[in-house]
């Protein structure tokens, strides 16, 4: 790499984390913020190409890991039906349905390319949409729905647009073929997602050290993401299977383990999503450059339409489906009218579209690569501004809001903690009358442990009664956290002007000031 290149990297890594601090500060949407900013500065610096090779093989296989291991095994499997029904068949709609609608307009264009394209922007991304949605409270059913789709429909859309492009290539559609190339993909992502889910769940039982599991972890994504590659199976099916599995069996890692893991992956996932919508952006100028033959209300009509046809197609077949859904599945937990809309709209689409019209092989003749390229992009873009930037809008108008999960969470959470507390409390019973009549010394201690038991169960019963810690509605536990945390900051204030004055050394001063962290963040819990 030479060293302008290093440069215009880091300038774009920088420039998009400034971007989205920008975001989180103001509340707003950090995709949509960073989309725009890509588009205003695209003209005004050397173009950024976006590589299909580093989206597909190192940015989408962490995220895709993250977002598994992050999602719940127990509530994907609630919502198999819809998210079966919009990952795949969705997927395998929208394609049609584009690409057919493609093949009308540009009649020149072969009819393999129309349907390449149509697998290109089949699959939404919903990053954006589930960011969005819990920020305003989305119930967990959709945001469960959303994840679920965007977990697997790349894989479904990939496969279909490696079957088109193979036929444009080619010359032949073999429907036949295609059906058992997604087969063999689907089942090969399965299986090789378990084997190497159960290896590395069997190396984790004989590891037992965080940052070992950790870093081992890192390197997870994008072994499931090559081996399955390699024999042409879903590498995106083997990753999702792989963080699936070990997400469902964090609870056996050690407490290190997890907080570092947590950690670990929210800065990796805020590092690679900024970078990837900044990228989504900054391919304007790239884009235009290639269309040529066509006068600009042309490619702006055709534009639009693809736009149109792929926000519709979502919405007829999300409301198919729901109605599907509901006929053979009556009772309670089916989706209402107003949340259905929400997933109707929530259908923008990212990077790996952009990713899969970039890798269109060079056997394509230029023209029709530019063109495909160019409805890719301006499909991304428009989901991206018109979807996104009214979904919070969406969301309020509809009165779509989980306040009543987020009381039943919390009355679980106290239930669930009173009888863990009191198992606690009985244990610690049992072992003071093993040892016999304790001292002075170990009952300070021994009443310490029961005062902190009861003060934990008191916490979560007092969330149920709304106190915020502010004011008169301060609950005990609001008030205790509070003086707690400010005699830590003034503990904090004696380490470190220890240290400057030269009476405690900068390592005992890391080992304490960790403890206290620790101490704060459990506050803050």
Known sequence: MNPTMGLQLLLLAGGAIAVAAVARRKGWPAPLLLVAAGLLVSPLVPAVPLQPELVLFVFLPPLLYSAALDSSYLRLRDVKRAVALLSV?????TAGVVGFVVHLLLPDLPLALAFALGAIIAPPDAVAAVAVGRRLGLPRRALTILIGESLFNDATALTLYRVAIGAAVGGTVDLLEGVGEFLY??????????????AFAWLFQRTRDSLVENTLMLLIPFAAYLAAESVHASGVISVVIVGLYLGNRMHLRGFGTRLVSDAVWKVTDFFLETIVFALIGLQLVTVIEGITGYSPWQVAGYAAAVLAVTIVSRFAWVFAATSLIQLFRKGDGQPTRQQTVILGWAGMRGV???AAAFAIPPDIPARDRAMLLFLTFTTVIGTLLIQGTTFPTL????GVSSEREVYEDRLAEAAAQQAALEAGTAELERLVAEQGEPDEIQKQVIDQLREKSWRRSLTAWERLGGGTGQGGSETPSALYRRLRRDMLQAERRVFVRLRDERRLDDEVLREVMSQLDFEEALLER
């Open 89 to 93: 068949g969705l997927v395998v709609f």
């Open 352 to 354: 790996v579209s952009l």
């Open 185 to 198: 993909a689907a089942a090969g992502g399965v299986l090789i997602g378990l084997v190497l889910a159960f």
């Open 395 to 398: 969301i309020r108008r509809l």
